[in-house]
């Protein structure tokens, strides 16, 4: 059948704009090598800090960073500091920390840094390289299988096969790493496919993933539940942790407990989310935890629980905790943490932040408040527990530095300082907990979960990129800061001025603490022997040293390191070797068994 005139010219128009319209979608495709595609992901999703270290197997990647001036690379002295550093940077801003690690001894370097970011669940993205996709499986040249390895201590992890997928990869790790229940997510890339050409026709927009949708919104049928035990407590507690800094809901908290004018503690994940200085605070729970909080989480008669997970270090013997009779509410975003060691009655799982917000619209509505004759009652008693000052020290003591006296000292320093406190592992890191009383949250950035020394100066070196202006402080032990001295170097190579507080007492004082009252005072390989001169170690860094022997130099050290604001300033307190971390909870004992000092021993 033959087409009219007007048919044909119709038919030409068409094809001529559909011809067009191909080229277009051409134009605005480009060919692009994975590399580059992975620079453009990282610039999509804003990042604007990668802390890495280079080899073989991620050399095109390095290349391409070095064509782009978006994305600062901060290059560590090793592997494991590169993940600390976007961990601590990830805490305190709240962004997605991303590190950067070749194959091979590149990838188990880094498995430190990635387990503790996954046990306090920290949004992190880690790109490691990978031999070539023909060599896998064959033993090549720094080979190792990064998927098997750090699949227990990640979210989730992907091998990228294909330079077409390195986008839509990116896409989903930035989403599983920042959504739900935050943790590490783990990007595998082999040298051929960070080489191989592919079409980039841009970043995509969003990302629909069939198997993974956690849940923001929690029950409202729970939640009015909850509310009609707390309204009917009379002996109420709010125990919170890490959850509330993560989903940035202190607000909610803290309308939450002053509308209801309860009892509350952090743990120490949790710390900053309700203000230390409030009287409604009775300090951190827990085995170093104080006897108010402690008191008040055994003998409570409704718990609300949010944003924690009842560990091992908070509640201790969980057969001690289970014999007073409570009821317990647990919000949680993670389905699997709530009655994962304590049984609850009232589970909601959902985003911390909105259901506190839905909770506080509920009370609003019903008018209704707690009764005040129960709940001052109630404060009567946790006053009695807190008149026995258990965190009181022998500060008549001058004759030697006692190691809470320069957390204090910091503390009183800086309370109205825009300051940040990074810690590693050990007594300096409860001692901290204790005596720097945090009144706002991701100010106090440190490995709660699996307790990983070394942390200390590449937390703050994170912290101070993301934050130049804040005065950013690393309370560590002559034990822990030795993990990551190297790290000395990066500090002076990107300027990032920090001050290190070294509370040392010659020992791996925890170790030494447990050796005295478990171990009959045998001290098996717990004193450090041939401990370096830090100020010159310090100094030969290119830094200012500090050292600090006297009581009354105390002061006048911190006030000098504050001035020198462009310097990093390791100060060495020379503290008391015999001091221990009271109150203590054994291991085994009830969280209200506490050791209060030394006479408990």
């Known amino acids: 059948m033959e087409m009219t005139k007007a048919e044909i010219v119709s038919a030409a128009a068409a094809s001529s704009a559909a011809s067009q319209g191909a080229a277009s979608g051409a134009a605005s495709s480009q060919e692009l090598r994975g590399a580059e595609i992975l620079i453009k992901a990282l610039q ?16 095109h990647i390095y290349d391409a960073f070095y064509k782009q001036d978006t994305i600062q690379h901060v290059l560590v002295r090793h592997e494991q500091a590169a993940v600390h550093a976007a ?9 997605v920390g991303v590190a950067l690690v070749t194959s091979g001894p590149g990838v188990t370097n880094a498995v430190t840094g990635i387990a503790t970011a996954y046990m306090d669940s920290i949004p992190m993205v880690v790109i490691t390289g990978q031999v070539p996709t023909a060599a896998i499986g ?42 739900g229940r935050p943790g590490p997510v783990v990007v595998d890339i082999p040298k051929d496919v960070s080489f191989n050409k592919a079409l980039y026709a841009g970043y995509p927009d969003k990302v629909e993933m069939r198997s993974y949708n956690p849940v923001r919104k929690g029950h409202g049928g729970q939640i009015r539940k909850a509310l009609q035990l707390l309204l009917a407590a009379k002996r109420p507690y709010i125990y919170t942790g890490g959850g509330v800094i993560l989903s940035n809901a202190t607000q909610e908290l803290r309308t939450l407990v002053d509308m209801l004018g309860f009892p509350c503690t952090n743990t120490l994940m949790g710390l900053g989310a309700y203000p230390a200085s409030d009287p409604k605070f009775l300090g951190m729970l827990g085995m170093h935890g104080t006897i108010e909080a402690n008191n008040a989480m055994q003998n409570c008669d409704v718990l609300l629980a949010v944003g924690a997970r009842f560990d091992d270090r908070v509640i201790g013997n969980p057969k001690h905790f289970a014999q007073n009779e409570r ?11 709530i009655s994962k060691r304590v049984k609850v009655d009232i589970p909601i799982v959902g985003d911390v932040k909105d259901v506190l917000t839905e909770l ?24 009695t527990w807190r008149k026995r000052e ?73 912290i101070k990129l993301a934050k130049p202006d804040s005065e950013v402080f690393c309370i560590t032990g002559e034990g822990s ?14 300027n990032t001025p920090i001050k290190i507080v070294s509370l040392n007492n010659r020992y791996l004082g925890m170790v030494r603490q447990w050796q005295e009252i478990d171990y009959e005072g045998r001290y098996s390989h717990s004193y450090m022997d041939a401990l370096p001169d830090f100020v010159k170690l310090a100094e030969a860094y290119g830094h200012v040293g500090m050292l600090i022997e006297h009581h009354r130099d105390v002061e006048p050290a911190l006030r000098e390191a504050r001035k020198l604001t462009d310097r990093t300033v390791f100060m060495d307190f020379r503290t008391d070797p015999t001091e221990n971390v009271f109150p203590m909870v054994k291991a085994g004992k009830g969280i209200t068994e506490m050791l209060l000092g030394s006479e408990d021993l």
């Open 44 to 59: 999509a999703e804003n990042v604007k800090f990668v802390w890495g270290y280079p080899g073989g197997a991620v050399l």
């Open 87 to 95: 961990d601590g940077y990830a805490r305190a801003t709240g962004d």
């Open 138 to 179: 064959l033993d090549a040249f720094q080979e190792c299988d990064t998927v098997g390895i750090t699949r227990p201590i990640v979210k989730h992890n992907f091998l990228v096969k294909d330079a077409r997928h390195v986008a839509e990869t990116m896409k989903k790790a930035f989403h599983i790493a920042r959504t």
């Open 327 to 337: 009821k317990i509410i647990h919000i949680d975003i993670d389905p699997s943490s």
């Open 360 to 383: 506080i619209g509920m009370i609003r509505e019903s008018g209704t408040l707690p009764e005040a004759a129960a709940l001052a009652a109630w404060w009567e008693t946790i006053e």
């Open 390 to 462: 258990c965190l009181r020290y022998d500060r008549a003591n001058t004759e030697v530095i006692k190691p809470q006296y320069v957390v204090e000292t910091l503390w009183n320093m800086t309370r109205d300082a825009d300051a940040y406190v990074t810690s590693d592992v050990g007594q300096h890191q409860m001692w901290a907990a204790q005596y720097y009383r945090f009144d706002q949250p991701r100010r106090w950035i440190n490995s709660g979960g699996l307790g990983t020394m070394g942390v200390g100066i590449p937390y703050a070196m994170g």
């Open 481 to 494: 800061v030795q993990m990551c001295i190297q790290e000395l170097s990066t500090c002076l190579q990107y």
